[in-house]
């Protein structure tokens, strides 16, 4: 008896004892737990790469015996920030590419590009993204002649800042043999006085190009991608929406992953058209600890600053409507074959006609199951009649609210005085569903999730203008924001409960700043650093 009480005395001791055994202690800090009372604590402990408990800090310390405590000095914590909507190959293949962002005028499109050409004169194509014709004096679109000039031997390829527009010179072209134009079903060959292309490509005419331009081999497009991920989590992000990918890009990430090559997590969406769509449903959803597929990303229109848009009525600027990509009988047919998958359906939809089709499609097929989750990604211009079918049907809006403040200068140009006022509409798009994910779209936009914060609840670009906020009736609070970027950015992928806030039992992913985005000044949220990245409890990036 006494020997098995004696035996029994060192179990209970060693249990209790590895009990008390954590990875991870965070303490002194401010931590927004984000949960559904958005409460604070000030310390939590962390075990095999999930919150096991969240309290006081003196209560965590005496109670766990950790390999490694964190000092947070007071400093704002915060779940990791989640993108809902990003393009990682976009932005890893810019590690490659001439960035023409910012650029006043074509004639220093073509300095980049000279100077780029210089230091790597061996490249086979000369490719580029970020030029948009709205910041120059001259905003008519550019054209091949001027690259041809000076670039008469090397292919160029020059994505406009939306990707929805690309202009390329005439080896390019040969290359691509579209020596003559001809009418693309959603998209659009520009022509010269002579009736041949000029260079410009519209949407889905962009492809007929982009298609020749050689892919990076596996090695350089491994750290190409492992840089991209350095810059994501150097911003606090942990999670992101890859919005759009191809077979063999979800092959590459399937291997990396599979090697742990890569840290940050990724919900992945199959890229999906009427020619392919046969192909993607023969995939089956696929979920590992860092990735996971189980959506398919569908393309209704194009955008607003090349009038792709497919809008109700003429653009304000011009006598055209834009264009669906795809016939409404093509969406209807992929949409219905989708309703009846286990695939999540993510549609973009930037003008006021395609989000109208893609509404009451979503309705037609998935009315009564809210489970589904279904995405409408951008609902950049909605009719007025249409933002009540969000609720009716239970779509989530997948917004960027930086795509407002970058806009902004012009938009009104392109949509009208009336028009306008239902374009960028976060706040009623939140009222409407009760949710929004919020995203910025890289590389379209800056990946730093705390512009597309600054954007939402100030609605102001980084420059603090307008005074008063573009159309101020429709920023979010700070609270929602926040909740956007993490918690409902989580529930739009069905990861509420693994992810998006600071909770028992929950993926230990967290971010440090060295300030508290919560209270400090509108006109200083951009300028907020990240101290600390942490994913399933290891740190990721901790600034120096």
Not at 7 to 33: G, P
Not at 155 to 171: C, E, G, I, M, Q
Not at 228 to 233: E, G, Y
Not at 397 to 425: F, N
Request: with cysteine; proline share 3%.
């Amino acid at each position: 008896m006494r020997i098995s009480i004696l035996f029994l005395s060192v179990i209970l001791f060693f249990s209790c004892t590895t009990n008390k055994e954590v990875d991870l202690i965070v303490y002194n800090a401010k931590v927004y737990t984000v949960d559904s009372a958005f409460s604070t604590v000030d310390a939590f402990a962390i075990n095999n790469g999930v919150f096991i408990e969240l309290g006081e800090s003196e209560d965590l310390l005496q109670k766990y015996n950790a390999k490694e405590k964190i000092d947070a000095q007071q400093k704002a914590v915060y779940p990791g920030f989640y993108d809902s909507h990003v393009h990682f190959f976009g932005l890893a293949n810019l590690i490659d590419e001439v960035d023409l962002k910012g650029s006043a005028s074509f004639e220093e499109v073509i300095e980049r590009l000279q100077d780029y050409h210089k230091a790597y004169p061996d490249k086979k194509w000369l490719v580029a993204g970020g030029w948009d014709q709205n910041l120059w004096a001259d905003k008519n679109y550019p054209t091949k002649d001027s690259l041809d000039k000076y670039f008469p031997e090397v292919p160029v390829f020059l994505s406009r800042v939306d990707y929805h527009a690309a202009v390329v010179n005439t080896k390019a072209l040969h290359l691509a043999t579209l020596d003559s134009a001809y009418v693309v079903e959603g998209g659009f060959i520009a022509v010269d006085s002579l009736g041949k292309p000029n260079g410009l490509l519209i949407d889905n005419a962009v492809e007929l190009v982009a298609q020749y331009i050689p892919i990076p081999e596996e090695k350089a497009l491994y750290h190409m991608l492992r840089k991209a991920q350095d810059s994501l989590v150097s911003v606090g992000l942990t999670s992101i929406v890859d919005a759009g990918l191809s077979d063999e890009e979800i092959d590459i990430l399937k291997k990396f992953y599979n090697q742990d090559s890569l840290q940050i997590r990724n919900y992945a969406m199959l890229a999906a058209n009427p020619e392919n769509i046969n192909r993607v449903l023969r995939f089956t959803p696929f979920e590992s600890e860092k990735l996971t597929i189980k959506s398919v990303k569908l393309m209704a229109d194009g955008a607003l600053g090349s009038r792709g848009a497919c809008l109700l009525s003429d653009y304000s600027d011009e006598p055209t409507k834009g264009f669906l990509l795809y016939s409404p009988q093509e969406l209807d047919n992929i949409i219905r074959l989708l309703a009846n998958s286990s695939f999540q359906v993510s549609t973009h939809a930037i003008g006021d006609s395609a989000n109208r089709v893609i509404l009451d499609l979503y309705g037609k097929y998935i009315k009564d199951k809210p489970e589904r989750r279904w995405r409408i990604e951008h609902a950049q211009v909605v009719d007025s009649a249409d933002f009540s079918k969000f609720k009716l049907f239970s779509i989530i809006p997948s917004v960027q609210p930086v795509h407002a403040t970058s806009d902004m200068y012009w938009a009104e140009e392109r949509l009208g005085e009336k028009r306008i006022k239902y374009a960028y509409a976060y706040k009623e798009l939140l009222n409407q569903y009760g949710k929004l994910a919020l995203g910025s779209d890289f590389p379209v936009e800056h990946f730093n999730p705390l512009y597309g914060f600054h954007a939402a609840v100030a609605r102001v670009d980084d420059a603090g203008f307008p005074k008063g906020g573009f159309q101020p009736e429709n920023a979010i609070s700070r609270e929602d924001a926040l909740r956007g970027m993490t918690i409902w950015a989580a529930y739009s992928c069905f990861q509420e409960k693994k992810r998006g806030s600071i909770e028992k039992g929950k993926d230990a992913d967290f971010v440090i700043l060295d300030d508290d985005i919560m209270q400090v000044a509108a006109e200083k949220l951009r300028s907020v650093k990240t101290l600390r990245t942490v994913i399933a409890g290891e740190t990721v990036f901790l600034r120096n």
